[in-house]
């Protein structure tokens, strides 16, 4: 079974950081794509960040050089590395997973089947 658990979610000033983690099981990180979205209350579902099969990492527009995804294989756990956080980041963000999600798919949330709870980030200015 396919489970993702999100963490690292809080209360931060602008200008600050935050980690978040994602542990999964159910898969191993060769077979799937992860990727991190946002969503505010009364939005689309945004994607923010993920890594494809093969260890490419692509990242939305709005957080380019402000946020890093990475992966710890052996701890079943993929990281988003967020600096310089300013209100516009504040939404709920999920991690997300599935196999066969082909490139010009990664960023689209329609792609994945298996998603996590959701942890809260609020930035405050």
């Known amino acids: 079974e396919v489970q993702l658990v999100e963490s690292g979610g809080g209360l931060v000033q602008a200008g600050g950081s935050l980690t978040l983690s994602c542990v999964f099981t159910?898969?191993?990180?060769?077979?799937?794509?992860i990727a991190w979205f946002r969503q505010a209350p009364g939005k689309e579902r945004e994607g923010v960040s993920c890594?494809?099969?093969?260890?490419?990492?692509y990242y939305g527009d709005s957080v380019k050089g402000r946020f890093t995804i990475s992966s710890d294989n052996a701890k079943n756990t993929v990281y988003l590395q967020m600096n310089g956080l300013t209100d516009e980041d504040t939404d709920d963000y999920y991690c997300?997973?599935?196999?066969?999600?082909?490139?010009?798919?990664?960023?689209?949330?329609?792609?994945?089947?298996?998603w996590g709870q959701g942890t809260r980030v609020t930035v405050s200015s």
């Open positions: 159910g898969f191993t990180f060769e077979d799937y794509a």
């Open positions: 997300a997973a599935d196999s066969g999600v082909i490139l010009s798919q990664l960023r689209n949330p329609g792609a994945y089947d298996y």
């Open positions: 890594i494809d099969v093969d260890g490419t990492s």
